[in-house]
């Protein structure tokens, strides 16, 4: 997935109000840290698009964002029980990045807002 594509997923995750309700970054509670779990099959070449574009909202991670992701490596088998780990880890909503990955994440909750 390109790192635009990557990004667009995650403008499209937090317009949604995945992470909260309709605030924009200035008016947000603080204290208020959210978490985000990002599940895939594969790991991406590189990360910098995802606090770049969270960034951009107001995120910041190790302020008032917690981003957890899991990669199995290509192993599939491995997807239920990290998707299962991220929802054990109270996540505010789960992004994930391909069929494999979103089945594994809807399989694992019915209450974690789910992005694929």
Do not use: C, H
């Not at 995750?13 to 200035?26: K, N, Y």
């Not at 594969?42 to 981003?67: D, F, H, Y």
């Not at 054990?88 to 809807?106: H, N, Q, S, T």
């Amino acid at each position: 997935m390109s790192d635009r594509l990557y990004r667009r997923t995650f403008v499209v995750a937090l317009g949604l109000g995945i992470l909260g309700s309709r605030r924009t970054a200035e008016t947000q509670t603080a204290g208020r840290v959210y978490r985000l779990g990002i599940l895939r099959s594969t790991a991406p070449e590189k990360r910098a698009g995802i606090p770049t574009a969270l960034s951009e909202m107001g995120w910041v991670e190790g302020k008032n964002l917690v981003v957890e992701q899991r990669f199995a490596d290509g192993k599939l088998d491995r997807l239920p029980a990290m998707a299962r780990e991220l929802v054990d880890l109270r996540m505010d909503a789960i992004v994930a990045v391909g069929l494999a990955a979103g089945w594994a994440a809807k399989a694992a909750s019915t209450t974690v807002p789910l992005i694929m």
